[in-house]
């Protein structure tokens, strides 16, 4: 059993949540923060930006992977992912930028992609 659309999926998040990280990383240096956000703004949007990202990719991945060693055809594997990495790079730019339209978007394309994975699981488990 191979899940080779699952892998790509897998390293684009990881690619990702580097991404998040480092200018957490970076702030906490600047402000001299190394525990919690000491009151910084910036610092706050960027801790949960990555923590939201950290809640919510891992079940995704575990999920979306389940989906496809399933042998659910490749097309809704496709569709999934696609929806699920919108979904967190919408939230991460509404988060980061202060676009509530955005961040609220994205976490209906992430819950979207967690419950039709959800969905295709239990009927897949039922047949």
């Known amino acids: 059993m191979t899940t080779p659309i699952t892998s790509i999926f897998a390293a684009v998040f990881a690619v990702c949540l580097v991404a998040l990280s480092l200018p957490v990383s970076l702030r906490r240096t600047k402000v ?12 706050r949007r960027r801790i949960r930006a990555q923590g939201n990202f950290i809640e919510y ?16 055809p490749a097309w809704i594997v496709l569709v999934i992912g696609i929806i699920l990495a919108s979904g967190r ?9 202060g676009s509530a339209f955005m961040r609220g978007f994205g976490m209906l394309l992430t819950y979207a992609a967690l419950l039709v994975a959800a969905g295709r699981l239990v009927m897949d488990a039922a047949l």
Do not use: F, K, N
């Open 89 to 97: 790079l919408l939230h991460a730019i509404g988060m980061l930028g």
């Open 57 to 72: 990719v891992p079940l995704g991945i575990i999920s979306l992977g389940l989906v496809e060693a399933h042998a659910a």
């Open 32 to 43: 001299g923060e190394m525990v919690g956000d000491g009151a910084d703004e910036t610092l």
